[in-house]
DNA sequence: TTGTAAGCGTTATCAA
DNA sequence: TTGATAACGCTTACAA
């Protein structure tokens, strides 16, 4: 506890250099000579120096630090996410400040406000409460991921070629009617490429095809009870019919599926079911599900690349900001389990 | 970009007052008259004044930073865990600079290097790679959740009444003969816990049971099969019998209903099964599971509890520190579902 | 109630 | 290759 730290003032004095040479030591150790560094090394185990980051960061300005912005971690698309960026450290370096779960935008707005005030170099915004516009305002790099992106860089999954991708292997299936359930997404949400993606291949495919943008609810309890619902319209409706059905996801999938299962024990011919995301959930159910695949790892780095180019940029004397955003997109991967053929 | 940031300086410029009493607005306001409080407050607008912590750590030595060392963020034990943690930001307003995924002990070393470097002002630690011996010794208040605890404060599941519970069930559903799959976990873990309790309510109710004690496998593929040579055994060793098996977490236990399933389309009645967590697979299962559920959110908040009284007790000008590290138990709640009577 | 002045532990700028 | 000195933005005695 009374241990004052050690600090470059006490290596200065034992060594008999100056704090100039102590800080260049760690700095830029090949400006002293081998034997100088070497004497500064032995100082440095001999008086048990520990770093201190804070009076670096006061006198150069430079903190290593990004924000973060998650929505929750409850569903695994965000906590693998959050995991994968965390994973950068160790090529990047930069410390990550994590807030998640509020979802409203005065609390997020707070929580930007206390990362600004910490001087980060950056962020990573997976939260959509708060929009782009104002994002951009804040004038240090941010990168989006899978949100509203208008005036800010981000890095989405190709969710149109997701679309597609569902809607081909269903059509190929040999299905009567291709379905797609969905919320109900605005334009501008990365998201909604899904749904255009789908209708186009039906449409293309001349397949009878139905949305359903619906609000599954926000609770497991909520999900269950309105796509069993959803069961007992599609059977009405098509009757015999071979249903081809794009899930929204792999948690609202494995729903249907259980469903599906508790009132057939098995999942009937008349049914093929894909997902979205690739989470554990679409290979821990009681059949594994198919699934269109987010490439979350790649996302995540592909996200800290652009970022760190951003933040690396600013740092420069004469920085060239980019007037535009940056948009990246990765391709999902389309997997084939046993729920379609 | 080139706007300078405006300091205390700055606002004490255009007040006329001093840094020193602009320090106060902040700190303590009310030893400002009302009317230089206003005057302060109508400056910070005009002049557009951002907080800049930086300064203020250097200065006070308090970052209100807590370090997060976590094993991974794949496992919704984890991901749910940090989600209840980084939600006492509200209550208490440490922020959290989170390091997870390496669970190895040379790379956790590291991070906390790191984290020592900005003065984190505590720790909590699920990881168990480093000994708690090792982390008592660098000195700052550090709380373990379920790892090995010996010289650390933690905060724990009542592991023992958790095996209590589940055996307890199982022995009530009429079962014939109880099973713990488990890996085998030292003493010193607490999650062995479950173990001891397990075959404690066994021998007293002079229940026939057996323990599995095996490593699962790393991988889902892994934990399939493994799981799957398992009902193997167990249907050798005990054909007919009435199984009741307490299986190691909810991801293990679903696993093995899946199994069961897809070998007779239905759990037959010949099994019971219970799991532990309470994670959402127990719920999100073909069959909901009966599982013996961790309180997350109870252990998360009572972790920062702890950690945050020993940081505000260090803060004092002259800190009591427990001779003894504090160790916390929190009850598991059992929960029936349709896998146990 | 307010101000002065000395830090806190680094880095940056010059100069040597 | 090295050093002296002034920042960086805030807090904290101590003084008034």
């Given at each position: 506890m009374k241990e004052k730290k050690v600090t470059f003032a006490d290596i200065a004095a034992y060594t008999g250099f100056s704090k100039t040479t102590i800080s260049r030591?760690?700095?830029?150790?090949?400006?002293?000579?081998?034997?100088?560094?070497?004497?500064?090394?032995?100082?440095?185990?001999?008086?048990?120096y520990k770093e201190n980051k804070v009076g670096r960061i006061l006198a150069s300005g430079r903190t290593e630090f990004v924000g973060i912005i998650i929505p929750n971690l409850y569903m695994h698309y965000y906590s693998e996410m959050l995991n994968q960026i965390l994973a950068t450290y160790e090529t990047y370096g930069y410390k990550f400040l994590v807030f998640?779960?509020?979802?409203?935008?005065?609390?997020?707005k707070r929580y930007i406000k206390e990362l600004l005030a910490y001087n980060i170099e950056g962020m990573i915004i997976l939260s959509g409460t708060i929009p782009s516009k104002e994002l951009a305002s804040y004038n240090i790099p941010v990168v989006g991921i899978e949100r509203e992106d208008q005036y800010i860089s981000s890095v989405n999954t190709d969710n149109y070629m997701g679309g597609v991708q569902a809607a081909g292997l269903l059509s190929k299936s040999g299905c009567d009617i291709l379905i797609h359930v969905n919320a109900d997404i605005p334009d501008s949400v990365p998201a909604s490429g899904r749904i255009h993606g789908f209708v186009d291949i039906c449409r293309e495919y001349?397949?009878?095809?139905?949305?359903?943008?619906?609000?599954?609810?926000?609770?497991?309890e909520e999900n269950r009870e309105r796509i069993s619902h959803l069961i007992d319209q599609m059977e009405a409706k098509y009757p015999q019919k071979k249903k081809g059905i794009f899930m929204p996801n792999d948690t609202h999938a494995n729903v249907l599926l259980n469903l599906l299962f508790q009132r057939y024990g098995k999942l009937p011919d008349t049914y093929q079911i894909i997902g979205f995301d690739n989470s554990p959930i679409s290979r821990e159910a009681v059949i594994p599900t198919s699934t269109v695949g987010q490439q979350i790892s790649v996302i995540a780095n592909e996200a800290m690349k652009l970022l760190s180019e951003q933040m690396t940029e600013r740092k420069k004397r004469r920085p060239v900001l980019p007037k535009e955003p940056v948009h990246k997109v990765i391709p999902p991967l389309l997997i084939r389990r046993e729920t379609t053929i």
């Open positions: 030591y760690f700095n830029n150790p090949d400006s002293l000579t081998l034997e100088n560094q070497e004497k500064i090394a032995a100082a440095l185990t001999v008086l048990d998640a779960g509020s979802e409203k935008a005065d609390v997020e001349h397949m009878p095809y139905e949305l359903i943008l619906t609000h599954l609810g926000n609770s497991f």
